[in-house]
């Protein structure tokens, strides 16, 4: 017969399965009013308050799980989860490989194990759990779709593909599937815009249920050469997303008019670290996504002194832990004047621990976050030995191949062309502010250089790292690096270009922006 805690917890996983949160909660705090050293009380209790966001409350409870019944291989795997929320990396993957013996006949938890890990770029690490999880329960759709997304992410982009294609035949209308399958090759035909154009004009959702079908029709249109069709489906996925951002690029300027204003030449001589840390090296490659920062990163990083962590964003994360602003935004004009008041080396100590977990063997790490190109100020001053790798591409094929891409929270002003003028114009005057500032310290590239000239402009780009030439920079696209950018299919394959002057096709669509651009005095 099951006891009353038994009994308790039954229905307490029951609500959980239906999300029933407030049943969850309230099943914990009976078992634990019973037993306060009940683990599974404890695991009920994390797993309600993970749903209700608040990790830290979520953490202490799966510890206390933990603590009191160490093979609560569960609870672990929750913990790891939710750890990574804090940037607790190192501690989240000791966790994962502690237990990950004890899941070999738990699909799901194999599976969010292997999310963790992916969630913080280590995707080869996550590839063989979720393999196993299939491997339980193939036909569970989710576990599915994860794998098809870790196996490009780690370049299988053939068993990608077939996997899409399966997830499609059991739910044609499944619109991220059909967007993730437009990614991995070039059209060749106009039947899969046949099926996603099918699915729009049939489905009456309103457009900002449609977005991930508008970029695929755009993107498949654009592979076919057909130009006028591609901008007015990537125009209705912009104008889509922006009716439900909530975004002004008022807010995005003034962040940047504030970092051009407190990261100025007294403050960057002031406190500035002048002896390398002694600890690794990190090497930023920065600049307006989709500029050639990823083809970049994969040149520098098939070196064999270098490896890189992929797109952390712990540089923005560690200034926002040391300035103790209380805030729910991401990044704002307060957090950095907070930070730039404070000890420039508890900032680089801090990054440093925070990436120490996806660091190797290799003396030089590279961490290539776009948006990092805010942060500069900070990167040289705190790290005298860092290198700062800069990306510079035609300014209407930099915001064109932005405004095709969906993006994250980061990038919200590639929406609109509006948007993007006023941000562009913004981006310009703090990279000009920048070189002032840095001089030689900013090591310049030119994307259209780097595809049409590549062998010279590799020499000269390791030379300006201090790193000798090696062989293996010019067949980047042999590197077995996991990659999660907009940019992963692409650089499985030789230096192109492809994409040089792709504006011009769109020359009549993009005079609005070109006229704001030129009037701001951006060359073009």
């Known amino acids: 017969m099951n006891t009353p ?131 339980l329960q193939p036909d569970i759709e989710l576990f599915r779709a994860n794998l098809a997304a870790c196996a490009v992410f780690v370049g299988d982009i053939d068993k990608a593909e077939e996997m899409y294609r399966k997830l499609l035949a059991k739910r044609p209308d499944h619109q991220r599937n059909h967007y993730q399958l437009a990614r991995l090759r070039i059209a060749k035909d106009e039947e899969h815009i046949g099926q996603m154009r099918d699915i729009v004009e049939n489905n009456g959702q309103p457009p900002d249920f449609n977005i991930y079908l508008y970029y695929a029709i755009a993107k498949e249109y654009e592979d076919l ?39 100025n030449e007294d403050w960057l001589s002031d406190g500035r670290v002048t002896e390398p840390t002694g600890r690794k090296t990190p090497c930023f490659v920065v600049g307006l996504p989709r500029t050639g920062t990823t083809l970049t990163e994969r040149i520098i990083s098939s070196h064999s002194s270098v490896q890189t962590v992929g797109e952390t964003e712990l540089v923005e994360f560690a200034l926002r832990k040391i300035s103790e602003v209380e805030t729910r935004e991401r990044m704002n004009s307060d957090i950095v004047r907070a930070a730039a008041q404070k000890d420039i080396r508890v900032f680089g100590n801090e990054y440093l621990d925070l990436v120490d977990y996806a660091l190797g063997e290799e003396p030089v790490f590279i961490d290539k976050l776009p948006y990092n190109f805010l942060f500069l100020g900070f990167i040289a001053k705190a790290w005298p030995d860092a290198k700062i790798v800069h990306l510079n591409r035609h300014p209407l094929d930099a915001c064109f191949a932005m405004y095709k891409q969906v993006f994250t929270w980061a990038f919200k002003f590639s929406y609109t062309l509006d948007n993007l003028a006023a941000f562009y114009i913004a981006y310009n005057r703090l990279m000009d502010h920048w070189r002032k500032l840095l001089g030689d310290r900013l090591v310049e590239v030119h994307y259209e250089d780097l595809v049409s000239d590549t062998e010279p402009q590799v020499r000269k780009l390791l030379e300006r790292l201090d790193l000798d030439f090696e062989d293996a920079c010019l067949h980047f696209e042999k590197n077995k690096a996991a990659s999660a950018t907009a940019s992963s299919v692409q650089i499985r394959e030789k230096a192109h270009t492809r994409s040089v002057d792709k504006w011009k096709r769109f020359e009549e669509q993009l005079q609005p922006l070109a006229d704001r651009l030129r009037a701001a005095g951006v060359e073009i």
């Open 5 to 135: 805690v038994e009994k308790i917890s039954r229905i307490a996983r029951g609500a959980a399965q239906k999300k029933e949160w407030a049943v969850v909660h309230a099943g914990a705090i009976e078992i634990l009013k019973q037993d306060d050293q009940n683990a599974e009380g404890y695991f009920l209790m994390g797993l309600a308050e993970k749903a209700a966001q608040r990790p830290v409350r979520a953490i202490a409870a799966f510890e206390t799980a933990l603590r009191i019944d160490d093979n609560r291989h569960d609870a672990a795997i929750e913990l790891a989860d939710q750890l990574i929320l804090s940037r607790r990396s190192k501690e989240a993957v000791a966790l994962i490989e502690k237990y990950r013996d004890r899941l070999d006949n738990s699909p799901r938890y194999l599976d969010m194990a292997a999310t963790t890990l992916s969630n913080i770029g280590l995707h080869h690490a996550a590839w063989p759990l979720y393999l196993r999880a299939n491997e």
């Open 225 to 263: 050469g057909n130009w006028d069709e591609a901008f007015t489906w990537y125009r209705r996925a912009g104008d889509a997303v922006a009716s439900v951002a909530n975004y002004s690029v008022s807010d995005d300027v003034g962040l940047i008019d504030t970092i051009i204003e407190t990261c």
